[in-house]
Each structure stands twice: as C-alpha cells, then as structure tokens.
C-alpha cells in the first residue's frame, strides 16, 4: 500500500503532517483521516510466538508454514526466501542465533 497524502519532504516514506520529535516518537501536527496511508516502511522488528515459530517467517512475519527455510545455524528460526534470511542476519539474527543455538 503507498502514501496516499503529500510526503515529508526530509522523511519521504513519512506523512508531511507528521514529525519525529527529540525522543523519536512520531507525532501528527495536523489530523489524520480515516483511510489516510500515512507511513511507508518495512518492519525493523517482528515478534513471533514460538508457537508460530514454524508457520511465520522469522523477518517478515508473513505466514509460509509449508516452504520456510530454517537458520542453518539454529531450529528456532525460520524464512521465507534467502532474502529474508540475510536480511534478518544483518540486522539482528546474528545476535539472537547463538543464544537460540545454546552456544
């Protein structure tokens, strides 16, 4: 789904109307009507259920429960394409695989 409103000319996946203050909260400077797209961004973080862990994709969140790919490295973790994957290593996995890996 894209923006549907004038972007933030300094922020352009974020709202015009909107600004991130000193604590990097976003705040609306003007009112937000319904069905109004108002930030464009791909997810930095996704929390999975370990429940779901072999049914979500452990990047994206999105549902893939018979054609994940598992961390090469651990069990606790999966995705949906080599993409994911890597991207989830780059930006946090890295960190959270030795620990699920009990090493």
């Known amino acids: 789904m894209d923006i549907n409103v004038d972007t933030n000319p300094k922020i352009p996946f974020l709202d015009k109307g909107k600004k991130v203050d000193h604590r990097r909260i976003l705040v609306a400077e003007k009112d937000i009507n ?3 797209v108002i ?6 973080l996704t929390a999975i259920d370990f429940n779901l862990c072999y049914e979500n994709c452990s990047h994206c969140g999105v549902k893939f429960s018979n ?5 090469p490295d651990c069990v606790f973790f999966m995705f949906c394409g080599e993409e994911c994957r890597q991207k989830s290593w780059k930006l946090w996995h890295q960190f959270e695989c030795p620990v699920a890996a009990g090493t």
Request: hydrophobic share 35%.
């Open 34 to 36: 319904p069905g109004d």
């Open 39 to 44: 930030m464009d961004a791909e997810p930095l």
């Open 67 to 71: 054609s994940l790919i598992p961390c």
